[in-house]
């Protein structure tokens, strides 16, 4: 079963991460790609956001945390992998599309959307995702649009649930807004992993100040993994994870 599971796997997973930029290789076209990771640090990230990444990097040096890094694009690839083994193929996007899609959350010029960067305890089990909110995602004068912090809230409580459990789809989003967050104010998102049900993981987090005084919002979030074989006891790494969000490269072991 699992050997089953790893060879269904096996296209969708690759590779590794490394500051400034991960070396990328498609089956296809043979072609090198270089794609930046973008949960580093950047002249237009504020003081707060650098002082808690310095932080953050810091608790990784013994090995209890590790930094997720983040590319906005997968390879077409990759892309075809992840809807075959998921969706019989079937996605109604087309070929020159899929070269230009770009995650969403990664998708603005830098500083004015989505600045963030996660990190991953290990024995924890929880992720700590540092973010600032840019001009480009404001709602009401002044404050962070409700979309915006939905928007992270998914893709940090989705990030939990793929290292809990493999593939996930948000079935369900809870989402309390107790306090406006101001535009490019720094926020720390908390998660945690409340319980596993068969193929549903119920997630949950919540958004504070840096000063850990105010919660902005809470969230709790039902993912649903994508298919059974993965809800088997794969415990997937953070380098795991960076190659199966991001690439396939068949040239890379499997390391889960
Ligand atoms: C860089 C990496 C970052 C990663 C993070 C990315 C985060 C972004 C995540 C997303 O944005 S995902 C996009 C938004 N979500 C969707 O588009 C999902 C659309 N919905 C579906 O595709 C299906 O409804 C879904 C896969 C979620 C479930 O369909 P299934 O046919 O697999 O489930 P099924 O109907 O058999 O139900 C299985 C169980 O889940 C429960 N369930 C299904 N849908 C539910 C729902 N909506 N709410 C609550 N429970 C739900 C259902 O009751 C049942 O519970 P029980 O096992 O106890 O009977």
């Not at 009401?140 to 979309?147: D, M």
């Not at 969000?245 to 068949?250: A, E, H, I, M, Q």
Request: aromatic share 12%; net charge positive.
């Amino acid at each position: 079963m699992l050997r089953s599971c790893a060879a269904r796997l096996r296209p969708l997973l690759v590779a590794h991460g490394r500051p400034g930029g991960a070396r990328l290789t498609s089956t296809f076209s043979f072609e090198e790609v270089t794609q930046k990771d973008h949960a580093l640090p950047k002249p237009s990230w504020s003081k707060d956001l650098r002082l808690l990444f310095d932080q953050f990097m810091k608790k990784c040096e013994d090995g209890s945390w590790e930094r997720l890094p983040s590319c906005s694009r997968h390879s077409v690839q990759r892309f075809q992998n992840f809807t075959k083994a998921f969706f019989s193929g079937s996605i109604p996007v087309k070929e020159e599309q899929i070269s230009q899609a770009k995650f969403f959350p990664r998708s603005f010029e830098d500083g004015l959307g989505f600045e963030y960067a996660m990190f991953w305890s290990k024995d924890e089990k929880r992720i700590v995702c540092l973010f600032q909110g840019g001009l480009y995602l404001q709602g009401i004068p002044g404050f962070l649009h409700g979309g915006a912090l939905v928007t992270l809230i998914d893709t940090t409580l989705g990030t939990h649930a793929m290292l809990a459990g493999g593939a996930v789809m948000t079935a369900n989003l809870s989402i309390n807004f107790k306090r406006p967050m101001p535009l490019c104010s720094v926020g720390v998102i908390n998660t945690q992993l409340d319980k596993i049900e068969g193929r549903k993981l119920f997630v949950s987090c919540n958004i504070q100040s840096v000063d850990e005084k105010t919660v902005y919002t809470e969230g709790t979030g039902k993912k649903l993994l994508l298919s059974s074989c993965l809800a088997s006891s794969l415990s997937l790494s953070p380098s795991f994870f960076f190659s199966f969000v991001l690439v396939y490269n068949p040239h890379m072991p499997i390391n889960f």
